[in-house]
């Protein structure tokens, strides 16, 4: 029996602090983590081996424009359809430049 997720791959999403980024898939994840530095930024989760597979309910890996990233905690971010067409685009030039 699978989960229902609250986020989705590809959704825009902000943190409480207003930095904008997009939920990344776990295969994402995993190759980004390698190559980008984790932003530490307020909500995000800390405990050593905590997110080695997020389950995008409470674990949910973004990728932020600063091109940084961080598991957050699901309560510290929310969704953000809104958000301009060109950090979406951006966000996701970051993701295909680190894919290779």
């Not at 997110?51 to 309560?75: G, I, N, S």
């Not at 685009?89 to 970051?94: A, E, F, G, R």
Request: aromatic letters at 10%; one cysteine or more; glycine letters at 8%.
């Amino acid at each position: 029996m699978e989960r229902k997720r609250v986020f989705e791959p590809g959704d825009m999403v902000t943190s409480f602090t207003g930095q904008s980024g997009m939920v990344i898939s776990e295969e994402a994840y995993l190759d980004i983590k390698s190559h980008l530095k984790e932003g530490r930024r307020p909500g995000y989760y800390f405990s050593p081996g905590c997110c080695q597979h997020p389950d995008y309910v409470t674990q949910v890996p973004v990728l932020f424009e600063d091109k940084t990233w961080d598991v957050m905690r699901a309560m510290n971010i929310r969704k953000a359809p809104n958000l301009p067409g060109e950090k979406r685009t951006y966000i996701q030039s970051i993701i295909d430049e680190k894919r290779g």
